[in-house]
């Protein structure tokens, strides 16, 4: 069964900090994962990423891709309250459906 | 340029009726698909929809639930006879035309039903 897994579940940390969220996956015909950031709304896209070791970076956001080991990481450097959120990551398959397989999710909270 | 409209944003049903949701993608963006998120769940793809079209709905329920994305109008989810397990909130997201960009889905505010 494809699967996408997220970790950790929930994470405080106070203004400034630097936090590492992650995302692994169980997904046939992986074609590219997918970043959101999601407040009490809309979840935001964040980052696309399909090739393995290239950084996509916005800010104080970074992300990378192993395709190999079958997982990615989101930094969040030098955060503030707003960076308090819900991170989502997804997957999508090479197929024409698509269809995004989501993680549960990484709820963070920044304290100032 | 507005993003994804979804409305209404909150609705409450009582057992037994039905609901009806509308999205209404990005402009120039033609293909749109319907998640539901349970409370303390990830979101759950249920179908994607291209104009008059429905390409994937391995993620619907077999009954009860219906969706459509008419030549003129918005993308409606529609569930009949509601029941308290579909209390959730659903979103809706849609992406351009070109294959390239597929998967780069943007996503509305959702709407959170309410079965009582």
């Known amino acids: 069964e494809d699967k996408v897994v997220q970790s950790p579940l929930s994470l405080v940390v106070h203004e400034g900090d630097t936090v590492t969220l992650n995302c692994s996956y169980e997904v046939t015909n992986f074609r590219s994962l997918l970043w959101y950031k999601q407040e009490k709304k809309a979840p935001t896209f964040l980052f696309m990423l399909t090739s393995s070791g290239i950084e996509k970076k916005s800010g104080r956001l970074s992300s990378i891709l192993d395709k190999k080991e079958l997982f990615s990481i989101l930094n969040i450097t030098a955060t503030q309250t707003g960076d308090s959120a819900v991170y989502l990551c997804a997957v999508g398959q090479a197929s024409n459906t698509g269809k995004l397989i989501f993680g549960q999710g990484t709820t963070l909270q920044v304290k100032p | 340029n507005a993003g994804v409209m979804q409305n209404p944003r909150h609705l409450v049903r009582r057992r037994g009726q039905e609901a009806r949701l509308r999205c209404s993608p990005m402009k120039g963006h033609s293909h749109v698909y319907w998640y539901r998120q349970l409370p303390e769940e990830g979101l759950k793809f249920m179908v994607y929809l291209q104009k008059e079209n429905i390409i994937d709905e391995s993620g619907m329920p077999k009954e009860r639930f219906s969706a459509e994305f008419p030549k003129e109008g918005p993308s409606i989810l529609r569930i009949q006879q509601v029941v308290r397990g579909d209390s959730a909130a659903y979103f809706c997201?849609?992406?351009?035309?070109?294959?390239?960009?597929?998967?780069?889905?943007?996503f509305g505010p959702g709407t959170r039903l309410t079965v009582l």
């Open positions: 997201a849609s992406s351009p035309v070109t294959s390239g960009s597929m998967y780069t889905q943007y």
